[in-house]
């Protein structure tokens, strides 16, 4: 079982940037793909964003892409999203995911292991 806690999320206004992070338990977080997800009130979970065992190759949803950066510590059992150019329909809750898989996986039913999530929210 491995333990996942996001925080680093706040209200902001449009433009603005926040990094989230998400510190794991244990001593193999490097052997995990990590991605993050959102889900915003009455939508379906969205992927954002993943990044593979080395943080050597990030992978980004169309929608983030050139405005949100993966990256990882695994020194300190941590995965960041930095956000920046931030718009209201970034506003979501942030979930950070674990997968045992080695590839890149972009599906929530991939991913083994689920942080509580922390809200951003977007103001215009």
């Known amino acids: 079982q491995v333990q996942l806690v996001e925080s680093g999320g706040g209200l902001v206004q449009a433009g603005d940037s926040l990094r989230l992070s998400c510190v794991a338990s244990?001593?193999?977080?490097?052997?995990?793909?990590m991605g993050w997800f959102r889900q915003a009130p009455g939508k379906e979970r969205e992927f954002v964003a993943a990044i593979s065992r080395s943080g050597s190759s990030p992978y980004y949803a169309d929608s983030v892409k050139g405005r949100f950066k993966i990256s990882r510590d695994n020194a300190k059992n941590t995965v960041y999203l930095q956000m920046n150019s931030l718009k209201p329909e970034d506003t979501a809750v942030y979930y950070c995911?674990?997968?045992?898989?080695?590839?890149?996986?972009?599906?929530?039913?991939?991913?083994?292991?689920w942080g509580q999530g922390t809200q951003v929210t977007v103001s215009s």
């Open positions: 995911a674990a997968t045992t898989t080695y590839y890149l996986a972009i599906r929530e039913g991939e991913y083994d292991y």
């Open positions: 244990g001593r193999t977080f490097s052997t995990y793909v």
